[in-house]
């Protein structure tokens, strides 16, 4: 408890930016709009903000670059099942919720979302990284990369998988989650250095361990990367989710698109461990800068009615 106090990691979202609301009061000023952040990607429903189709993101990219993935109007409509294991997860989802990993078809079944869904190839590679796009006057930019480490329990040869769960401050909500997930070996005692990979999606409400890795930013992931945000309508703003098989070849520029945020993209290097709140605020605001410049000077194409209707019905 007294780490999800001093450590902002451990924060509601809303209590984390909390600060910004002024700042964000006084660019709508500036702006003319309470939603001129929609306007940094006018080729993207409420720019990428909500209630925005990742599956006609995706559609936009070669598929050299992206996982394999199918757009489902409904449950029922996949008659034939991919190979196991494969992603699920809603057209419309955000920060995570209800992407699963569904190795047969139990998990298929159990499956809860009925509509509007993808279904995504699980690419194995075993590093994903966010990174972090910007298009500044007519130049793409890479602002920053976030690093993943996915929850992994590694046995001493003394602690079970119990144990383990309820002593990490990382998946704490998720107690109940993994603890029906692995009921049948919950109280087991693994043999010394046997890994289980209790969390496959690389989420951090969901247990991963964000890291700064801007360091891997080079010219040949710069032009990778803008050859990519080209090739989807007017985006300028915001953050894709990719694998690749380490480090060094995402620096060359070889990676796999997993999924592409808009202009509601968080800098998730902040969660670096290393990061005081301080700078962490500083990069939130160095982002939500250029967010603002990216956006004052693009063309409103979105009803304010149906932004704040949709808004409303998030509220509400």
């Known amino acids: 408890m007294k780490r999800k106090i001093t450590e902002f990691e451990y924060w509601p979202y809303k209590l984390l930016y909390a600060p910004f609301v002024p700042y964000w009061i006084w660019n709508s000023i500036k702006a003319g709009s309470f939603s001129y952040f929609c306007r940094a990607n006018p080729g993207i429903r409420f720019g990428g903000f909500l209630d925005y189709s990742k599956s006609e993101i995706l559609a936009q990219i070669p598929d050299e670059f992206k996982a394999k993935t199918k757009f489902l109007k409904h449950k029922n409509d996949l008659t034939e099942l991919p190979d196991f294991p494969f992603i699920v997860k809603p057209d419309l989802g955000e920060r995570g919720v209800n992407v699963e990993l569904i190795a047969d078809k139990k998990d298929w079944k159990n499956y809860k979302i009925k509509e509007n869904l993808i279904i995504q190839e699980y690419i194995g590679l075993p590093y994903e990284f966010g990174i972090f796009y ?49 009921k049948d070996d919950w109280e087991r005692i693994y043999p010394k250095g046997k890994e289980i990979l209790l969390e496959p999606i690389g989420n951090h409400n969901r247990g991963t361990r964000f890291f700064d890795a801007s360091d891997l930013i080079s010219d040949e992931l710069i032009k990778n990367i803008t050859k990519v945000a080209s090739m989807i309508k007017g985006f300028n703003y915001g953050r894709m989710d990719v694998k690749s098989e380490s480090p060094e070849a995402l620096k060359k520029g070889r990676f796999t698109i997993l999924e592409v945020n808009g202009s509601n993209s968080e800098p998730t290097h902040i969660y670096d461990s290393d990061y005081s709140l301080w700078k962490a605020y500083g990069e939130i605001k160095r982002h939500l800068d250029i967010q603002y410049e990216i956006s004052k000077n693009n063309p409103k194409t979105y009803s304010s009615k149906a932004f704040y209707s949709a808004v409303l019905k998030r509220l509400f």
């Not at 040869?157 to 990490?168: I, M, R, Y």
């Not at 990382?170 to 993994?178: F, M, Q």
Request: hydrophobic content about 30%.
């Open 134 to 182: 910007a298009k500044i006057s007519n130049q793409s930019v890479i602002l920053s990369i976030t690093g993943k480490e996915f929850l992994i329990f590694k046995s001493d040869g003394k602690t079970s998988l119990k144990e383990f769960v309820e002593s990490n401050p990382r998946c704490e909500h998720r107690t109940d989650y993994l603890s029906n997930k692995f």
